[in-house]
């Protein structure tokens, strides 16, 4: 599933259609997770791309009409051609530019999203509960742990709540954990402020290095096989049911929380 650092790659990698003006819009299949509106293609048409920004796991593009809403779901993955070709298959949506350049949308399970959201997106209803940016200077330590008084639930449910933080995921979840030594079901209230400081930290320094793993545009990204760069990752727990944990030797664990795997090392997350 894209995370965070894949989103940000993804928003980095689409730079070279700023300022580039809409020819066409193309609706293949408009069946997401919610219909993409009818009224892209004309909306859309002659209108500027003026910026690209990301909220949670949103890409938003913002033209003088109004700005767009992309989400890639569980499957999504969104490509920029340098000149028009056959889509494929689960290629559902197109945004074409006047230089050529084809910005593609395409999505085997169909759970990502293409929605507008007017001039207010920060407004939209999917936009307006979400939490701070993990790595956004009012993200820290003090705040996560003012926030985490009143919460029983475990740590690892807690930092994956949107509400709380956007985009820490399974992955970065398990791992920010693990780099700060903090048992995944510890409940939330239990962190202490030191530990609430470390694990924002290591918050930010797993989505970090992950950016850094995901390369500087989508071709880095993607990889000459089409895959995404995310797979390439070394991780310290996630996945690694079984395996010797890297720091002390014990086997790695798994436990679910929260309807999701958790993987931790039982020595050294306490
Ligand atoms: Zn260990």
């Not at 969104?78 to 028009?84: A, G, H, N, V, W």
Request: glycine share 10%; hydrophobic share 35%.
């Amino acid at each position: 599933m894209p995370e965070l650092p894949e989103v940000e790659t993804t928003r980095r990698g689409l730079a070279p259609l700023l300022n580039q003006t809409v020819s066409q819009v193309v609706i293949r299949n408009p069946a997401l997770r919610w219909p993409i509106p009818g009224h892209l293609p004309q909306t859309l048409l002659n209108q500027s791309l003026l910026e690209l920004s990301r909220r949670g796991k949103y890409i938003l593009a913002r033209f003088d009409a109004g700005s767009l809403l992309l989400h890639l779901g569980m499957s999504g993955r969104i490509c920029l051609l340098e000149k028009d070709e056959a889509p494929a298959r689960h290629d559902h949506f197109d945004i074409h530019f006047r230089d050529g350049h084809v910005m593609r949308l395409r999505d085997p399970r169909r759970f990502g999203a293409v929605l507008w959201a007017g001039q207010e997106p920060g407004e939209h209803v999917l936009l307006k509960v979400l939490g701070p940016e993990p790595l956004d200077d009012g993200f820290t330590g003090a705040w996560l742990y003012r926030q985490l008084r009143n919460k029983t639930a475990p740590i690892k449910n807690a930092i994956m709540d949107s509400h709380l933080v956007v985009g820490v995921g399974n992955i970065y979840a398990s791992e920010s954990l693990f780099r700060s030594g903090i048992h995944p079901g510890t409940a939330a209230n239990k962190v202490s402020k030191l530990r609430c400081e470390t694990l924002v930290q290591e918050i930010k320094a797993t989505l970090n290095d992950a950016l850094l793993a995901g390369g500087s545009s989508l071709r880095d990204f993607f990889g000459a096989d089409g895959n995404p760069g995310y797979f390439q990752q070394e991780y310290f727990v996630y996945g690694r049911t079984g395996q010797p944990c890297k720091v002390c030797g014990t086997p790695i664990k798994t436990v679910r929380l929260g309807q999701r795997s958790t993987f931790f090392c039982a020595h050294c997350q306490r």
